[in-house]
């Protein structure tokens, strides 16, 4: 579901079924915070500058 | 897992369109290639090795890449395959260093306080973003590698099968496993985060 490999109807479902459900709303909503903070917390580091120039200059060679 | 690269179809481009290819479809994914390798190795010599490593090899086989196909994807599998090859084999050895440090750590008495100061020294927003790395950090290779295709990555359960060399069925166990473990070690701080 959160990993867009529901099918349009499973999609529904859920969503019908969490309107209701206490349970599976927070449930779902701790598993979307997750991820999110995954996404947004993890800073990516710097790629060294000579890293893509040294892979370029090797393949010409 | 030896083959880096299966040869349905043959081709055979010439030496501009290799680096025409390899300019344009692989070059730039360096970033999130050494990003990935990064979140694998924790070492950032180790990560440029390997990202060197997987281009080489990457332009080495390019009359296998198909243009126009997944090229991020046929990337990823042979940095994946590259690691479990060859680094991993290169790591087995540190383990006994780490025991001892570990041993010394807890055999001295000042470790907590000292400990505590480090701590208050950080500002919160690094904590945050510590906490959420030393959570992925702490899975076991198998269990973070699926996190970071899926959740930083955005590979498809399938594109991520192909990767791993793994079926998708075990895809999709090996992502449970790993978010239950995430949700024990982050679940109380998400669902803070989501009440504010």
Sequence with gaps: MLDNEATPNQEEFFYGHIEK?????????VEKQIRQLLKSKLNNKEVPNALAEEIRRKIVS | MTNQVDTPVKRTYSEAKKVRVFDGEFMPHVDSMYNFAYRLTFDEDDAKDLVQDTYMK??????SF???????????R???????NDYRKKSKQPAKVDYQEVEQFYNSED????????LRLET??????DEISNAL????????????????EGFTYEEMAKILDIPIGTVRSRLHRARNLLREKLGSYAMSMGYN
């Design chain 2, 58 to 63: 990457a332009f080495r086989f390019i009359n």
């Design chain 2, 137 to 152: 950090n702490s899975l076991a290779v198998d269990f973070r590698t699926v996190v970071i295709l899926c959740d930083l």
């Design chain 2, 78 to 84: 042979i940095l994946k395959n590259s690691f479990i």
């Design chain 2, 124 to 129: 919160t927003k690094d904590m945050i973003g």
């Design chain 1, 21 to 29: 459900c206490m349970v599976c709303f927070a449930h779902y909503n």
């Design chain 2, 66 to 76: 198909q243009e126009g196909t997944n090229a991020k994807a046929w990337l990823y």
């Design chain 2, 111 to 118: 470790t907590p306080s000292t400990a505590t100061v480090d």
